[in-house]
């Protein structure tokens, strides 16, 4: 018999509430419960910063993408202005959607009659409306979406009243301004959908406990746990330290770079900004997941990555990023099966979550925030 959801907030609730050495794993339920993923859908996705990509994926005056958020189409569109803005990807005649994927385009027309919006959204034309007496062009105005944009990461959010996403995430900028994250350029990003929740793939990024056991054909061999540095994390995101050499050259600073000075050349920050944006951020190279909810069982991976100015502009480094990202598609298989296992496991009626790790002081940290928006509102 399923849980009911007010006995599954307080269990989350409770535990979310001891101090992290005595906390375990999140209660079961939370990864397969209907109704709590409403409630995730209600007081997460409608109402945070959602990542989308990066800027340079829409860099010249007509360059587009669409995305959605919370279910919701979007099209985000670079205007005559070089202004990023973010509409609704919904034709406001009989609600065709407008765009699919990318591209570039001078006016947005609907592939259903052929209404036609400019780059700020407004309708400038529509095939034989002059005939309906009632219709004025003036009066259809695709609705804007709120769009910030920080370190170079699109940011949408269907939300007017939250927080600017500058202003929510300074402490983290204060942290990480070094490494010059907004001059990173992508050089891939994809789409994916994996048959797990999206918080047992948000978890397993925020640990590196798992890294020299799931990933033991892959980059387990290198990772050492005693390098790992995993402090307490801040209302809107948590993260760890990685501090060694890294195997391969783009994860250190490059020779040209020198903003970073001492131990922050071979220094990894692993970011998670709530709900489900993931970064991995080295001196030469990022690489990133953004992660939503299709269904209980079904997470949309957005997966991207790039390189530092220093290594963009270095032949070497363009060799090196794609080497790493046959690398990472690797590592990710390993990750999906981990991913997978976990999903099936919290199906289970006699199993029970166990407790923490000290390598798993972000997922304490997620906990608190699920429990809090939550509970809370
Ligand atoms: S639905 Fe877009 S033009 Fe008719
Ligand atoms: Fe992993």
């Known amino acids: 018999m399923q849980q009911s959801i007010d006995s599954l907030l307080q269990q989350l609730r409770e535990n979310a509430a001891l101090p992290f050495e005595q906390a375990r794993a999140m209660p079961k339920a939370v990864y397969t419960h209907p109704e709590f993923l409403e409630q995730e859908q209600t007081h997460i996705f409608k109402q945070e910063w959602i990542c989308v990509g990066r800027q340079d994926a829409a860099k010249n005056p007509g360059d587009y993408f669409s995305c959605e958020i919370a279910g919701e189409p979007i099209l985000v569109i670079r205007d005559k202005e070089q202004q990023l803005r973010a509409f609704s990807n919904v034709c406001l005649h009989r609600l065709s959607t407008l765009k699919q994927g990318s591209g570039n385009c001078a006016r947005v027309v609907c592939p259903y009659h052929g209404w036609a919006y400019n780059l700020t959204g407004k309708l400038v034309g529509a095939p034989q409306m002059q005939h309906s007496p009632g219709f004025n062009k003036q009066d259809y105005q695709l609705p804007e979406v709120r769009l910030e944009i920080w370190q170079g990461w699109v940011y949408l959010t269907l939300n007017n009243d939250a927080e600017p996403m500058t202003d929510k995430l300074s402490t983290?900028?204060?942290?990480?301004?070094?490494?010059?994250?907004?001059?990173?350029?992508q050089t891939f990003c994809e789409t994916h959908v994996w048959d797990t929740n999206w918080k047992i793939l948000a978890e397993n990024f925020m640990e590196s406990y798992h890294l020299p056991v799931l990933h033991s054909g892959t980059v387990g061999p290198h990772s050492k746990l005693e390098d790992m540095d995993c402090p307490p994390g801040e209302p809107a995101y948590n993260y760890h330290w990685l501090r060694k050499e890294a195997s391969l050259a783009i994860g250190n600073a490059h020779p040209d770079n020198t903003a970073l000075e001492g131990d922050w050349r071979y220094t990894t920050a692993l970011i998670a900004i709530y709900p489900g944006h993931l970064i991995t951020l080295t001196p030469g190279y990022f690489w990133y997941l953004s992660l939503q909810p299709l269904a209980v069982d079904k997470v949309q991976i957005l997966y991207g990555g790039g390189l530092s100015p220093e290594f963009i502009d270095d032949p070497e480094g363009i060799k090196a990023i794609e080497q790493l990202k046959i690398l990472l598609d690797e590592v990710n298989v390993e990750d999906r099966q981990g991913v997978e296992?976990?999903?099936?496991?919290?199906?289970s009626a006699l199993a029970e979550p166990g407790h923490l790790c000290w390598l798993e002081r972000p997922n304490y940290d997620f906990a608190n925030y699920l429990s809090q928006r939550i509970n809370g509102k």
Request: aromatic share 14%; net charge positive; hydrophobic share 35%.
């Open 172 to 185: 983290l900028s204060d942290k990480i301004n070094r490494y010059g994250m907004e001059h990173y350029t």
């Open 341 to 347: 296992a976990v999903f099936k496991g919290a199906h």
